[in-house]
């Protein structure tokens, strides 16, 4: 029942929010959320030290009948073990210090609207849990249509701006995009195994190892064109290349919804579902091929664009994108546990950058830019240690938890066999130098060198209050420790113990045991080339802060290309959404009103027409009648013949 | 009178003729013209709550694990043709007689002020059109089916007629024309039914063999009349026109009821009487509403009155019906059936929003609006409800029927399914780009600075509605559960039928 509890506190505190909001006032809305959150975070911890290390047994606790006809039937069930623990376990907590983190953040906002926000983070959080903790396809799409639901509510926030409007919208609709892949692949597996409960999928998985299923001209194993469908869900919600566009205008929301988006939510879907769904996926190398390379692409190509962007948020936001690249590279590869331990130190690490970016930004008076700051260190030390650590462990400098995590993807990368392995080994090392180079360079810019602000912001600059510099801390303590006191049970060579069936390593699949055997250089690499970018970041920005500039100018070309983001957006724009546009006019003008209706208001005159000539024929004659029954007897009779 | 009815009185007799009753009795009404108004208001609503609380009976006395027709009714009517009267439920169709008669006092609510002329012929309209609609559901012969399917058109005529917009004749003379030249055809069908099986009794219908050929003819002429109540592609354009000038009572009654009419129609007639051509003509249907589905949202999409965005919203996902219907397997036809119902709830919903800010700016206008989130809050929360199930939102009524409709249109082909399912995208598109122009954004009219948030009365309206989205977003079960054993029995009757026909023909069945 803790398990229970920790899912379904959340949505108590998002009901009561939302609907008694208005008469209860804000500050009885945010103590009644965050007394639930933390209900939750107990209940989730509880739940999954005694999963882990209690001896407890995994488990399905059925609430109810959801759907069912024919032989299609689904329930509302919680599904308990390692894997749906540790995600609830990590959500609740993140979850929790995000909301404590609001009350000092959205402190500015007007009275009286605030509960709205703090029923949607609640009501976000609990889309999340139903999604990991779903027992079979249709919850988990509950539960990931939930959090795209919150998103859109969240994102669009503010909703006087324009923009979080645009952005909202555009974070729907993509996701959409990948749900209906998704859908797809739901439908497929119920027509390939008869049910859509894990339990029933993955017992069944030996049986149609050789189904097979025909589509775009082609006929392929079932479980390759499964393992497609489902990745292009996970592609939309965990932004990958091509259905990244949403994530960073998503940073119109308020930083926290950023935060929560980033690291404890949302993004974090996609990779669950890799991770969910392996014992099917390990029997489509194909798709899993596609997966380590989109993954790749996306690391490297979010790292690219994350150099040159001067919006504190837009640079966290494709750091986050990138990120994701790497988890799916690892999942690609078979590595599930490293992908999902990467989430978990990712989830820390980044919760605390947004957070701190949000502290940064309440500093100097909502500014984002990073061109307009600098200079700031002495006056807010606590956030910049803090932007200091989730900056060591996005980079992966040892002993931070991204050290850990970002190791082990590489190295199950390199350890795997294959193109498309090394592609992505490759790909992560090159975003790894990126990385850091870019941290860097948001560490400089905002809080080193000359003051670039106006003299009235600066004078304002002021560490956040501790209802915001807690929850920071307390993240970052988790950035500095969840590396080395969980790689160890993750991936160490007890890992069997720790995940128990919860996640499936295929009879060939020897990556968890080959990615600790790799070469000395393939281990040290990474920390290398995290290294260097430092210190290039170092030599640039702090050394020759005339050089960015002359760069940018050399090499126009290629620094518009990034700064613009690949040109994904416009692209976009002219390829789908303006000549979707046109021909919806086109369909709706053209279509419907000149010739759908056309041809009925046509025949409407033509029957006035008729109508004058048929007065006409109508002579008085009874041997005119006679001859035109005749005619017409004949007409139908011969009709009846030549159609029967 | 039959002594088996399970009611152990008329109930389906009562309940289409009880509002008839109730329309006289409010046609009666004399006095001073704000007395008749207010009077004629609440006889026209507790009649339609003393039906709706009969109608119950449906929901905790019909058995659930019989395919069969219940609360059956005979009456001996034109003997010497084999024509009875004769009413009764299955599960198909008892869901839609409580669809009925509970959105008509929500539509007599709604209306409460918006209609201010005739109140007492608009009312008396509105009861005649609630015994036309009930009827036509419960009705187990042809030629009784037939005159409350077509009875239906005269007083939604008259609601469009008189009570409508600015460009009310032109539309309701369209909408008139529109669906009776389809009714001519399916007459000719009933004839031609009569003269082969003797009778127009519809469970004998359905026991009879026709001939391939004929089936095909038959099934033209259905077509012909329900593809335009539907509305399928590209017989559609009658709809936007009515609904834009429709009451809105009258298009919530349009949407929720009326255009379940076709759909209804191709379960009760073409599916299980014609299986031949059901099956000959599927690949037809499906193309039809594969284009319904995104040609309309399409143009939704470039709407600029809100009424005629939720009525293009309406032809896309009753597209996702057609395609449910002629999948004829259980997850097909049971997620259209759930379509249809949970689009009757949200659509109606959806233009009692509309219906809302009407009455209070007097124009649809789309552009009109903006930031109606301030002024409105809980207009604004149920709006966003509505639009949430009508994207299909799991959670939500719109959820369910679109997803088993899915994956009924999977087993066909996997093309069907995902074009079918385009809705999903371009839903979400025109939907959050209409929220977004109306509630969204700052309010920059004087007019809409000082605009009121729902009142007690609307919120009564919205309330009923606003449960049922989440209840069977939740637990869809309480409505499948009608009809599981129905549509088992139709699907079961169809494979079957298919089987012997290839026998006749001679070709071998694996």
């Known amino acids: 029942m803790l398990f229970a509890t920790a899912v379904f506190a959340p949505l108590l ?39 882990v290390y209690g001896g407890g047994a995994p488990g399905v606790i059925t609430l109810a009948t959801w759907v069912s006809s024919g032989d299609f039937s689904v329930t509302w ?34 009275h009286g609207s605030v509960w709205r926000f703090f029923s949607y983070l609640s009501l976000f959080t609990f889309a999340m849990l139903m999604l990991v903790t779903a027992d079979n396809l249709l919850q988990l799409f ?25 952005a909202a919208i555009k974070a729907f609709v993509v996701n959409r995009i990948g749900d209906l892949g998704f859908a797809l692949g739901i439908a497929l597996i119920f027509v390939v195994f008869g049910s859509i409960t894990f339990d029933a999928i993955f017992a069944a998985v030996g049986q149609h190892q050789n189904d097979s299923y025909s589509v775009l001209g082609g006929t392929f194993r079932a479980y390759e064109v499964i393992g497609v469908l489902l990745f292009i869900g996970a592609m939309g919600k965990s932004a990958q290349l091509g259905l990244h566009v949403w994530l960073p205008d998503a940073m119109e929301g308020p930083t926290p919804v950023s935060a929560l988006i980033h690291a404890a939510t949302m993004v974090t879907a996609g990779v669950f579902l890799m991770a969910r769904m392996s014992p099917v996926l390990e029997y489509a190398p194909g798709a899993m091929a596609f997966v380590t390379f989109v993954g790749a692409s996306t690391a490297l190509f979010a790292a690219t664009v994350g150099v040159v962007q001067n919006d504190i948020k837009r640079i966290i936001a494709y750091s986050t994108c990138s990120q994701l690249g790497y988890m799916f590279i690892a999942a690609g590869v078979g590595a599930y546990q490293a992908s999902v331990f990467h989430l978990l130190t990712h989830a820390f690490f980044k919760a605390l950058l947004f957070l701190g970016a949000g502290s940064v930004i309440h500093a100097m008076s909502d500014e984002q830019d990073i061109r307009k700051m600098g200079g700031i260190w002495k006056k807010i ?41 090394k592609y992505g080994f490759w790909c992560g090392i090159l975003a790894a130098f990126l990385t850091a180079f870019y941290s860097w360079r948001l560490l400089i810019l905002t809080f080193h060198g000359a003051p670039r602000a106006d003299k009235h912001t600066m004078d304002h600059v002021h560490e956040s209050p501790l209802v915001m510099t807690v929850p920071l801390m307390l993240l970052a303590a988790g950035a500095v420790l969840t590396g080395f006191t969980f790689a160890h049970q993750l991936l160490g060579e007890h890992w069997q113990h720790f995940w128990g069936a919860a996640i499936h390593n295929g009879p060939h699949n020897h990556v968890m045991h080959d990615m600790h055997e790799v070469p000395g250089w393939v281990v040290a690499l990474p920390a290398v080339v995290g290294l260097s970018g430092i210190a290039l970041a170092y030599i640039i920005y702090m050394g020759m802060p005339a050089l960015p500039a002359q760069l940018a100018d050399r090499f126009g070309g290629v620094y518009r290309f990034l700064l613009n983001k690949w040109y994904f957006d416009e692209l976009y724009d002219r390829i789908l959404v303006r000549p979707i546009m046109a021909l919806a006019r086109g369909l709706w003008q053209v279509g419907d009103a000149t010739i759908i209706d056309g041809i009925p208001n046509g025949v409407a005159s033509l029957t006035a027409q008729g109508a ?11 041997a005119h009648y006679a001859f035109a029954m005749l005619i017409g007897v004949v007409v139908l009779v011969s009709l009846y013949l030549i159609i029967r | 009178m039959n002594a088996l009815n399970a009611a152990g009185f008329p109930l389906l007799s009562l309940l289409t003729f009880l509002p008839l009753v109730g329309g006289a009795v409010i046609m009666m009404i004399r006095g001073p013209e704000a007395a008749v108004a207010s009077n004629a208001r609440w006889a026209a609503l507790w009649t339609s709550l003393i039906v709706f609380a009969l109608s119950l009976v449906l929901w905790f006395k019909f058995d659930t694990s019989s395919a069969g027709f219940q609360f059956v009714e005979e009456a001996a009517w034109l003997p010497q043709w084999g024509i009875t009267y004769k009413m009764g439920v299955d599960g198909i169709s008892v869901l839609f007689v409580l669809l009925a008669t509970a959105l008509v006092p929500i539509c007599i609510l709604a209306s409460w002020d918006s209609i201010e002329t005739r109140v007492r012929e608009f009312m008396f309209a509105f009861l005649v059109l609630e015994t036309m609609m009930v009827g036509m559901f419960a009705a187990l012969d042809f030629v009784v089916f037939y005159m409350f399917f077509e009875g239906v058109l005269i007083p939604m005529y008259l609601l469009i007629g008189v009570w409508g917009g600015p460009r009310r004749v032109y539309a309701a003379i369209k909408f008139f024309l529109y669906t009776l030249a389809g009714s001519v055809l399916m007459l000719l069908a009933l004839l031609a039914m009569w003269y082969a099986a003797g009778s127009t009794d519809i469970p ?43 009451p809105t009572a009258g298009s919530v009654i349009l949407a929720g009821v009326l255009l379940k009419m076709g759909a209804y129609g191709f379960l009760r007639f073409s599916v299980p009487m014609l299986p031949d051509a059901t099956a000959y003509f599927a690949p037809m249907i499906f193309a039809l509403s594969v284009v319904a589905v995104i040609y309309t949202s399409l143009v939704a999409l470039a709407q600029t009155d809100m009424k005629k965005l939720i009525a293009y919203s309406s032809v896309a996902h009753m597209g996702v019906v057609t395609i449910g219907i002629f999948t004829v397997n259980e997850q097909g036809i049971s997620g259209a059936l759930f379509q249809m119902l949970s689009h009757g709830v949200v659509s109606g919903a959806l233009f009692l929003c509309v219906g ?62 995902a074009l079918g399912s385009m809705g999903m995208i371009l ?35 919205f309330a009923p509605l606003v449960v049922l989205t989440l209840w069977m977003g939740i637990y869809p079960s309480s409505f499948t559960v009608f009809w599981d054993a129905s549509v088992h029995a139709m699907v079961e009757k169809h494979i079957a039928a298919l089987a012997s026909t290839s026998k006749l023909a001679g070709v071998i069945v694996p």
């Open chain 2, 356 to 417: 809302v800010v009407y009455d209070r700016i007097h124009s649809r206008e789309i552009a009109r609006y903006g930031g109606l989130a301030d002024r409105m809050p809980k207009y604004a929360l149920a709006f966003m409800l509505f639009s949430m199930a009508s994207v299909g939102l799991p959670g939500t009524a719109g959820f369910v029927g679109e997803f088993l409709v899915l994956v009924g249109a999977f087993k066909v082909n996997f093309w069907l399914a």
């Open chain 1, 77 to 110: 069930a919680l599904r308990y073990d390692t894997l749906s623990a540790v995600m609830v376990a990590m959500i609740t907590f993140i979850a929790t210090l995000i909301h404590i983190y609001s009350v000092g953040y959205m402190g500015h906002e007007p």
């Open chain 2, 427 to 461: 839903g979400a598109a025109y939907m959050l780009y209409l929220y977004r122009r109306v509630i969204f954004g700052s309010i920059t009219r004087d007019d809409l600075k000082s605009i009121m948030d729902l009142s007690p009365r609307e919120i009564a309206v």
């Open chain 1, 142 to 166: 509950f539960g990931w249509e939930g959090v795209g639901l919150a998103s859109y509510l969240l994102i669009g926030y503010w909703y006087h701006k324009p923009s979080a409007c645009a």
């Open chain 2, 204 to 246: 004998t219908l359905m026991a009879t063999q026709f001939k391939p050929a004929v089936q095909t003819w038959l099934f033209l002429a259905f077509f012909a009349s329900f593809a335009v109540k539907v509305p399928m592609w590209p017989v559609h354009t009658w709809l936007p026109d009515a609904h834009v000038e429709a």
């Open chain 1, 381 to 421: 030390p606590l956030t910049y240690t803090m932007m200091w650590i989730g900056s060591l462990a996005l980079a992966g400098v040892f002993p931070f938890a991204g050290f850990f995590s970002k190791d082990a993807v590489l190295e199950a990368a390199y350890a795997s066999h294959g193109g498309f392995a």
């Open chain 1, 612 to 622: 004058g000539r048929v007065v006409k024929v109508q002579t008085g004659s009874i």
């Open chain 1, 13 to 51: 505190g998002s009901l009561v929010a939302l609907l008694f909001g208005k008469q209860i006032g804000d500050r009885a809305a945010q103590a009644v959320t965050i007394i639930c959150m933390i209900l939750a975070a107990i209940c989730g911890t509880s739940a999954f030290v005694s999963l």
